[in-house]
């Protein structure tokens, strides 16, 4: 069953933009005083009131939010009368109802507003958030807490407070076991984790690709949610344990063949560079495997359609895949055809006529230009 997923990030689907009424600007002095005489009011009763006031003043916050055109500015406003302190505060609390309605409170304010996503962070919220992730009775409000760990994983400053605090082997529990909003959000969260060129580099344990293959299955491989996953599982094939991981998860190699063959143009990139990684890792170990999964003619369209990055990519690999990858190199248009020749020979007859079909178009296409289809090392 494919998952159809919408996977924007979480503080996209908190709160829709919608188009000021330029006729009421006549009033805007009188509501701008007014709606800033609120603000002060709900602040001052979730700082100063007594726990009732407060979840009641938290609800009044998100509602502010959620139902404000100019809530960007609600944000701002809302941060600057104090009240990120207080809610990150009860977001410590026992009680799952106090926990739940700040929660949704700091995840509003968060939104679109990066400067709070750090004062969030900064007052402490990441270590109440973490035991959410782990919480097992309920599913609402650990849906909730990746959603806000998703969230504040988006700005910069926050990446590496987030990866040391023990999120991310929950976040890779959750790709197994949470429901498909839990892991759309868990995946966009390690990928914004370890998309940082900060030091030290944030590592995606190999534990994660079992469940990340089993969700690339899943899922449309053209998909968004696609090119993430991928993106995902080509840091793993980066060393060795990953690359284990990788090959031992059930159809791991089949699911990255298919991606080669069905995904968009960045999950083929992702996904052939993963199986180069194997190759290359140990020639001896997968050649025969990639080849027993029908990576011909995925890799050969590749060659012809893919990016720049893909093509050598799929070249270097179908090299690999042939019997004696250390033969001094041809021209270019005779490796190829001497490639596609040598392993035309290993597979079925369905797909010897799409390597001849793929074979007349890559000549056409001239491949070579006077340069080497294969790259000298």
Do not use: W
Not at 100 to 123: F, G, H, M, W, Y
Not at 256 to 262: A, G, H, N, R, S
Not at 343 to 354: L, Y
């Amino acid at each position: 069953m494919s998952i159809h997923l919408n996977i924007q990030p979480a503080e996209a689907k908190i709160h829709s933009r919608q188009l000021p009424n330029r006729r009421k600007k006549i009033n805007k002095p009188m509501e701008s005083e007014e709606k800033q005489t609120v603000i002060d009011d709900v602040s001052n009763r979730l700082i100063n009131g007594d726990m009732s006031t407060k979840i009641q003043a938290a609800g009044e916050i998100r509602s502010m939010i959620r139902n404000r055109r100019c809530s960007k500015k609600i944000r701002v406003k809302f941060a600057g009368a104090g009240v990120i302190p207080p809610l990150v505060v009860m977001l410590c609390s026992s009680d799952h109802v106090v926990c739940e309605v700040s929660l949704l409170a700091l995840l509003n304010l968060a939104a679109r507003n990066d400067r709070n996503k750090e004062q969030i962070v900064a007052c402490g919220a990441i270590p109440p958030l973490v035991k959410l992730l782990n919480f097992q009775t309920s599913d609402n409000l650990r849906e909730i807490a990746t959603a806000a760990i998703l969230t504040l994983s988006a700005t910069p400053n926050n990446k590496q407070t987030i990866a040391s605090s023990g999120a991310i082997p929950l976040l890779i529990q959750i790709l197994s076991c949470g429901t498909i909003q839990e892991r759309v959000d868990a995946v966009t969260a390690l990928h914004n984790l370890t998309a940082t060129k900060e030091e030290p580099a944030i590592v995606l344990d190999a534990a994660a690709a079992s469940p990340l293959i089993n969700l690339l299955k899943e899922c449309k491989k053209y998909s968004k949610f696609a090119e993430i996953i991928t993106g995902l599982i080509n840091i793993l094939s980066k060393y060795h344990e990953g690359r284990l991981a990788i090959t031992k998860a059930e159809d791991g190699i089949l699911t990255l063949v298919e991606t080669v063959e069905d995904g968009s143009l960045v999950s083929k990139e992702h996904a052939v560079d993963v199986l180069l990684d194997l190759c290359r890792s140990s020639r001896s170990k997968y050649r025969v495997l990639i080849l027993n999964e029908g990576a011909i003619p995925g890799l050969l369209r590749l060659t012809v359609y893919g990016t720049y990055e893909a093509r050598n990519k799929a070249r270097l690999l179908l090299e690999l895949l042939r019997d004696s990858p250390s033969e001094k190199r041809l021209r270019s248009s005779s490796v190829c055809e001497k490639i596609i020749r040598e392993i035309a020979a290993r597979v079925d007859g369905s797909s010897v006529e799409t390597i001849k079909i793929l074979l007349q178009d890559m000549v056409q296409r001239g491949m070579s230009m006077g340069s080497s289809c294969i790259p000298s090392k």
